[in-house]
């Protein structure tokens, strides 16, 4: 630095300390959500196991963990304790907190790992067992019963060997291998705004899919050429979008079954209900910039440039997981 500029630099930091003025620390960096959706605090669970029936539980008997988690509390006496449960339904992360009380023996510490199965005490000679489910508020007995039968197992997806991560908030699709990163891109969306809720709202959905179809060269159809050449298609609508729909009236509760099971099997789901269909990611019909379209250009399908589906296109097999929040 030249010593005329030091001389300066020196000078504002006297002036600055003797009159007093606030030293304005820089600000903190804006959490990446790629990053905190994929390497949460600690491992989310991989599924919950059955809600222990407490009235038959035997002294002696060995309590464990519903679910891979951390532990949050201990009690005092060392009689109860607390473990946080991170787990993925659909697109988001969530929390949930499972509760053991009326145990001999917890040796456990708080921020401690468990596994699911992990043993956390055993019941107490004269105590009155207990195991509690929260999911926002205290489930009930049906509830948990229920809570933990539709969560047995579970997707973790830093885990797929193939995995997209698509930010409606940021405009840009990650393409990983078990979790590791290997490209990012810049995407537009749907022309409104907001995730999708039925056919014909040019809205982009939000949720965890699975690529069933790629297609590139002559897409056949009317549009074809704004696909840029390029077609790969993911199963919208998923379960958590038929139940939104038997909520509404769209879907009925067979439809709702055949869904599910078509998404498990990582296969195309039903696309005749008012849930619409028809959502993939494919180029477009020539260059396009955010600043000029908003990153609102399609009917709700992900627009990629098309030299970038183009560079991907090889490297996301059918049956990649694709995650749109």
């Known amino acids: 630095m030249p010593a005329l500029a030091l001389s300066r630099l020196r000078l504002v930091v006297l002036l600055t300390c003797s009159l007093g003025l606030p030293s304005v620390a820089p600000a903190a960096p804006a959490p990446d959500a790629f990053e905190a959706y994929l390497r949460p605090p600690h491992p989310p669970a991989e599924g919950f196991a059955p ?145 999708k809720e039925v056919r014909g709202d040019n809205r982009t959905p939000k949720g965890m899919y699975f690529v069933t179809q790629k297609l590139r060269g002559d897409i056949p159809g009317p549009y074809s050429a704004f696909y840029g050449g390029h077609w790969i298609r993911v199963n919208y609508p998923n379960p958590w979008d038929a139940e939104r729909g038997v909520a509404s009236g769209f879907v009925d509760a067979k439809t709702r079954e055949k869904i599910a099971l078509e998404w498990a099997a990582r296969r195309n789901t039903v696309a005749s209900t ?33 030299p970038d589906i183009a560079s991907l296109y090889e490297r996301i097999p059918e049956g990649t997981m694709v995650v749109l929040f």
């Open 51 to 195: 809600m222990p029936d407490g009235q038959t539980a035997r002294a002696g008997s060995e309590v464990r963990a519903l679910a891979r988690g951390r532990v949050a509390e201990v009690g005092a006496d060392g009689r109860s304790v607390v473990l946080e449960h991170l787990y993925y339904e659909n697109h988001a992360l969530l929390r949930a907190r499972s509760e053991y009380s009326g145990l001999d023996g917890v040796a456990l510490r708080p921020g401690t790992l468990v596994t699911r199965g992990q043993v956390l005490g055993r019941v107490g000679e004269k105590a009155r067992p207990a195991v509690t489910l929260h999911s926002g508020r205290r489930l009930s007995a049906a509830e948990a019963r229920r809570f933990t039968a539709l969560r047995e197992r579970l997707l973790l997806p830093a885990e797929e060997p193939s995995l997209l991560l698509i930010s409606h908030d940021d405009f840009q699709l990650r393409l990983y291998a078990r979790g590791r990163e290997l490209a990012r891109k810049e995407v537009s969306f749907g022309q409104a705004a907001g995730a």
């Open 274 to 306: 008012r849930l619409g269909s028809g959502i993939g990611l494919h180029g477009w019909a020539g260059d396009w910039t955010l600043a000029e379209s908003g990153g609102r250009l399609s009917w709700g399908c992900v627009v990629m440039h098309n």
